[in-house]
């Protein structure tokens, strides 16, 4: 090869050698910069979630300190920073208003929650929800339904939380009708749902009496559970359930909250059947079950009593439910204490083949007459 040869074949090398380090050098830097987005107008208006109805739907949402929660619409970050600050979860909030973007970062760096929270100008319609745990909404009947198809890719045993809107076509696990009260205060649904989704057609069946023949009325699963976190029950309370029938709210409490549950049960085969259930769920070392009448139940180390009676009975245990200590809380399935000042009510729709609107009173000891 002469030597005019020879250098175009070094200076071919050396332009292909460089165009080679150039692409390569370009192709980083495109995967390092940040994507740019030509954002559109946002579908519906900016209107807070009252923040005593984001503590609703957070509750609802039984988060566990190992979610990820995603808000979609998320606003001024006002459920991602409680979600972070009252439950100690991650949390991400996705909104196009880059206003509210800015307004939700700076929370976040003022409450110092930096390492739990994002929050991201994007497109809630392009997300992938599959890494979430928990989704929360407040938006519109339009935008729910355009979300179905992100939201039927997440993962088994997820939730979906939604502000006044439900998921049309599909049946919550929960429908809670909550009316705070507050200044010019309406009623807000909440409606809670678990993946994956179900149809009408697909609704779990109700309870049915025990095979022994046991004639008692079970508390719905869902309502059970709402009872807890509206009594907000925590790993160091005792809960005892007055009349507890099959153990499903002292199961429930020692195994979603890590708490101490004693069931009062006159009944000796629903007694039997609690404690063959709470082995079966491996809180036998949480769960008491003692045979006997609830008027003779010893109430004041409780925290947290749950009732499903009557008027009637419910009155009727107002001297032992007034031996409560100071703060402990009250919560009754469908049956109001007569003469009590009520302090929350809940009316819930567990959904499903549970058709029946329920309703559930909370009280905090020391009790208030209704005529004070």
């Known amino acids: 090869m002469n030597r005019n040869a020879s250098r175009i074949v070094f200076i071919v090398l050396v332009l292909g050698a460089v165009g080679f380090y150039a692409w390569s050098g370009w192709r980083d830097y495109r995967q390092a910069a940040p994507e740019v987005h030509a954002f559109r107008a946002p579908d519906i208006p900016y209107a807070p979630t009252p923040q005593i109805v984001v503590d609703r739907m957070l509750e609802a949402a039984r988060l566990k300190k190992t979610d990820l929660l995603y808000d979609l619409g998320s606003g001024d970050g006002r459920i991602v920073l409680t979600a972070a600050q009252s439950y100690g979860v991650k949390a991400d909030g996705f909104d196009l208003d880059a206003a509210l973007v800015a307004k939700s970062r700076a929370a976040a760096r003022a409450l110092g929650l930096d390492r739990l929270v994002s929050f991201e100008r994007r497109d809630i319609l392009t997300l992938d929800l599959s890494p979430a745990d928990v989704v929360t909404l407040a938006l519109s009947p339009d935008l729910n339904r355009r979300l179905l198809p992100q939201i039927q890719h997440m993962r088994k045993g997820?939730?979906?939380?939604?502000?006044?809107?439900?998921?049309?076509g599909y049946t919550p696990d929960k429908l809670i009708r909550y009316a705070p009260e507050m200044k010019q205060g309406r009623e807000h649904l909440i409606y809670v749902y678990t993946l994956p989704l179900h149809t009408e057609a697909a609704a779990t069946p109700v309870d049915k009496r025990t095979g022994a023949g046991i004639n008692f009325v079970p508390t719905p699963q869902p309502v059970a559970e709402e009872m807890l976190a509206m009594a907000k029950v925590a790993k160091d309370d005792l809960v005892i359930d007055l009349g507890s029938g099959d153990g499903r709210i002292l199961i429930t409490a020692a195994k979603d909250y890590g708490a101490r549950a004693i069931g009062y049960e006159i009944n000796p085969e629903l007694v039997a059947l609690s404690r063959k259930k709470a082995e079966e769920d491996h809180v036998q070392d949480r769960v008491e079950v003692?045979?006997?009448n609830l008027f003779d139940a010893d109430l004041t180390q409780a925290d947290v009593v749950t009732l499903y009676l009557s008027p009637t009975m419910n009155e009727k245990l107002l001297p032992q439910l007034n031996t409560m200590k100071p703060g402990a809380r009250i919560v009754s399935h469908d049956f109001d204490i007569p003469g009590i000042k009520q302090q929350t009510v809940v009316k819930v729709t567990p959904g499903g083949a549970y058709k029946r609107e329920r309703t559930i009173y909370l009280w905090t000891t020391p009790?208030?007459?209704?005529d004070d």
Not at 158 to 168: E, K, N, Y
Not at 367 to 370: G, P
């Open 158 to 168: 997820a939730r979906v939380v939604s502000h006044d809107f439900g998921l049309p």
């Open 290 to 292: 003692r045979q006997g």
């Open 367 to 370: 009790l208030q007459r209704a």
